[in-house]
Nanobody
């Protein structure tokens, strides 16, 4: 079992920055990748970025160049630095962990970007 807790969401103006954090606990050694999903009102949840245990990263085009995912293995933390935020980035952001056989999710943190 893996437990994930997100923090760092809030209200920010367009063009601003936020840093989301995700604390992982439990069977950490079973995780081979971690990522961030988001779900905007009325839309499906989408994967926006992930980082593998080897440090490889991937981003969806809509956040490429603005968002940066990183991990601190010593602290069992994953971060999402979000810069140049836009109103369309408004969503609930979920931390995700992938293991062999199961996906885990946090409860989410709300990010609201005002225009």
């Amino acid at each position: 079992q893996v437990q994930l807790v997100e923090s760092g969401g809030g209200l920010v103006q367009s063009g601003g920055s936020l840093r989301l954090s995700c604390a992982a606990s439990g069977s950490i050694s079973s995780i081979y990748s971690m990522g961030w999903y988001r779900q905007a009102p009325g839309k499906a949840r989408e994967l926006i970025t992930f980082i593998t245990s080897g440090g490889d990263t991937n981003y969806v085009d809509s956040v490429k160049g603005r968002f940066t995912i990183s991990r601190d293995n010593a602290k069992d933390m994953v971060y999402l630095q979000m810069d140049t935020l836009k109103p369309e980035d408004t969503a609930v952001y979920y931390c995700n962990a992938e293991t062999n056989g199961r996906s885990y999710w946090g409860k989410g943190t709300l990010v609201t970007v005002s225009s």
